[in-house]
């Protein structure tokens, strides 16, 4: 059974970093791509991050290109996301989601396994 | 500001048939890409319903299905039941964005 469990959400003020980690459990952790989306508060799903299986190729939304940084380590099982300068509209629900797709440039891929997420406040 | 517009809400009595548009532009379904499913139940993280434009995944009931056509796709519920109620997102790839993208979203209410 596929398992993500995110963790690391919380207050922090604007300007602030906070990282976020996802333990995946249930699969092949390294052979898949894995993602970041997160949900502001009464608000719909936005993409945010996304890595390859071997982490050598990352992806970020404009919304957040140049502060979060998504990473893995695949030794652990675990997926990262190192948010740093946050501001009041990164609050929001983060999930990490297994990512899956079936052509070669990642256009296809969507999201098949979710964790329950974690969140996060920027407020001060 | 999302790039797929959804209706943000539809409604239906028990067992009714219920429809939710996802538009969307040349530079994404429009392009050709992909357009996949969630359903969001309250409280609760997303749910995968359709990948690939009109596949179900193993424990989805048939009662979901889902086409595309041109800048547009579509979801249709049928039979529709109490536990159907939530939040509905379509998602595909953008080619202006480079990125992944949701829909608005989709409130289902069974009357």
Redesign the interface.
């Known amino acids: 059974e596929v398992k993500l469990l995110e963790s690391g959400g919380g207050l922090v003020q604007p300007g602030g970093s906070l990282r976020l980690s996802c333990a995946a459990s249930g699969f092949s952790f390294s052979n898949y791509a894995m993602s970041w989306v997160r949900q502001a508060p009464g608000k719909g799903l936005e993409w945010v991050s996304f890595s390859t299986g071997r982490g050598d190729n990352t992806y970020h939304a404009d919304s957040v290109k140049g502060r979060f940084t998504i990473s893995r380590d695949n030794s652990k099982n675990t997926l990262f996301l190192q948010m740093n300068s946050l501001r009041a509209e990164d609050t929001a629900v983060y999930y990490c989601a297994k990512f899956r797709g079936y052509c070669a440039d990642g256009a296809c891929y969507y999201f098949d396994y979710w964790g329950q997420g974690t969140l996060v406040t920027v407020s001060s | 500001q ?1 790039v797929l517009t959804q209706p943000p809400s539809v409604s239906g009595a028990p067992g009714q048939r219920v429809t939710i548009s996802c538009t969307g532009s040349s530079a994404n379904i429009g392009a050709g ?2 357009v ?1 499913w ?1 359903q969001q139940l309250p409280g ?5 319903l359709i ?2 434009n009109s596949n179900r ?1 193993s424990g989805v009931p048939d009662r979901f299905s889902a086409s595309k056509s041109g800048t547009s796709a579509s979801l249709a519920i049928t039979g529709l039941q109490a536990e159907d109620e939530a939040d509905y ?1 379509c ?1 595909t ?1 953008d ?1 202006s ?9 989709t409130k289902v209410t069974v009357l």
């Open positions: 999302s890409y992909d996949h969630y609760t993280a997303p749910k995968l990948y690939g995944p997102y998602q790839y080619s964005l480079s990125g992944y993208v949701f829909g608005t979203g």
